[in-house]
């Protein structure tokens, strides 16, 4: 789809940071899935063993991971409308780390996510040590985001999308960058 923009690298890169100031300036944007994900299932683990984790079962974490994608995505091209939309990761983010655990995806799964089509440019933002760090949801270690960052990227060229790298800035300058690029 023409207006629907995928914001994608490593963690701790500043993704949701971008993304916030593109909804501060009036666009519309989809939070990312994996976190919410994470969220619900750690609120639920001490009653219902919450197993859809990343450092639990990563094969559930996916599945829930494209399953809500695909989700995020459906419901942001039911209104056939013309404005831009920025993604808070993209469903080959799911894709990805699926490769990067192992995990197989199934025809049937692979053909859901290839009829999910983005914007041809995909803007990913490198690994940036001086503002990464851990948190309850993110846990990965720096050499695990920059890895991540090269798998990402590798990942959505395969696909045939354009990565445009987003430069090490500050929001303002990030921000500039990336509605330059889309005009």
């Known amino acids: ?17 971008l993304l916030n100031a593109l909804s501060a300036n009036g666009y519309k944007t989809i939070p990312e899935a994996a ?20 450092w639990k079962n990563k094969q559930f974490y996916t599945d829930k991971m494209i399953a809500a994608s695909i989700l995020d995505y459906n419901r942001a091209t039911a209104s056939q409308s013309n404005e831009i939309c920025f993604f808070d990761r993209g469903i080959l983010d799911a894709v990805c780390y699926a490769d990067m655990i192992g995990y197989v995806l199934s025809k049937e ?27 309850n949801e993110r846990k990965q270690d720096w050499q695990e985001a920059e890895q991540t960052y090269f798998q990402m990227k590798s990942t959505y060229e395969r696909f045939g999308y354009k990565v445009i790298t987003v430069p090490i800035g500050n929001i303002d300058e990030r921000k500039e960058f990336v509605l330059t690029q889309i005009k």
């Not at 023409?2 to 940071?17: H, R, Y």
């Not at 799964?109 to 948190?135: A, G, H, R």
């Open 35 to 54: 976190r919410a994900i994470i969220r619900e299932e750690t609120e639920t683990e001490t009653e219902t063993d919450g197993e859809a984790l990343p």
């Open 109 to 135: 799964t692979m053909e859901k996510v290839l009829n999910c089509q983005y914007n041809s440019k995909v803007f990913i933002l490198p690994p940036w040590k001086e503002i990464y760090q851990t948190d």
């Open 1 to 17: 789809m023409k207006n629907l923009f995928v914001i994608t690298g490593g963690p701790g890169a500043g993704k949701t940071t």
